[in-house]
């Protein structure tokens, strides 16, 4: 599975912004595809995840309300939808998908196939 992530920038509190997943690989429509973000000096920790065939939708609590994850119907594409955004959102963001196909997780342990990341800053 190949992933490359993008969308980040430059933001203020209080905007919106989309991150955009593309997925690849003969086998891609089989993973749940999820987005992690590191921030400076922290742990990598996870954001939300959907479902393969795009049923189900999980969240940290730190972004419920505020982010939606969806993907397209070719289910190639995953995109984050970023509103409300708040300076503690600053961090790169990764979409991943994990080691086992079918897996359902939301550790950054169990993803053995990332994005490049792509950086989001929010200025207060």
């Known amino acids: 599975v190949q992933l490359q992530a993008s969308g980040g920038g430059l933001y203020q509190a209080g905007d919106s912004l989309r991150l955009s997943c593309v997925a690849s690989?003969?086998?891609?429509?089989?993973?749940?595809i999820g987005w992690f973000r590191q921030a400076p000096g922290k742990e990598r920790e996870f954001v939300a995840v959907i479902t393969n065939n795009g049923g189900s939708e999980y969240y940290a609590k730190s972004v419920q309300g505020r982010f939606t994850i969806s993907k397209a119907n070719t289910k190639d594409t995953v995109w984050l939808q970023m509103d409300s955004l708040k300076p503690e959102d600053t961090a790169v963001y990764y979409c991943a998908a994990p080691t086992r196909a079918f897996v359902l997780s939301s550790g950054a342990k169990d993803h053995a196939f990332w994005g490049q990341g792509t950086l989001v800053t929010v200025s207060s």
């Open positions: 690989g003969d086998t891609v429509s089989r993973y749940h």
